[in-house]
């Protein structure tokens, strides 16, 4: 039997990280939510398999990572897990800098949001969809 893959979903809107954390803690799947990079990359020493990361951080209280920072500092220390965007914005330009710099896919926070990450999941880990 197959170990649970540890996929990571990293967004300062709690409302996505529920929704996420709803759909894809299963059994083959456990998922762990983080509202700020930062807690992201402390916690790699878990390992995951997968990270879901947003693209755009607000945090009033102090300066935070945004996400291409965080995907950065994830390249620098494990270059080998993959990484999904997520971002309300559709730029082109934006799809086009994560592309150059290696994100696995970019997905666009709307309706078909969960669709859609349960297609980029998939690919990812090299399964069938059902």
Do not use: H, W
């Amino acid at each position: 039997m197959n170990k649970q893959k540890l996929i990571f979903i990293v967004d300062d809107d709690p409302f996505i990280n529920m929704l996420v954390v709803k759909r894809f803690a299963t059994s083959a799947y456990l998922v762990e939510a983080f509202e700020l990079g930062e807690d992201c990359l402390n916690a790699l020493y878990k390992n995951p398999d997968l990270i879901i990361l947003d693209y755009f951080f607000v945090n009033n209280d102090r300066k935070v990572l945004d996400g291409m920072e965080v995907f950065d500092r994830l390249k620098e220390l494990k270059p080998d897990i993959p990484v999904i965007m997520l971002s309300g914005q559709d730029k082109g330009e934006i799809v086009l800098e994560l592309a150059r710099k290696g994100i696995n896919d970019y997905i666009i926070k709307d309706n078909n949001l969960i669709d859609n990450l349960s297609v980029a999941i998939a690919e990812i880990f090299g399964e069938d969809q059902k």
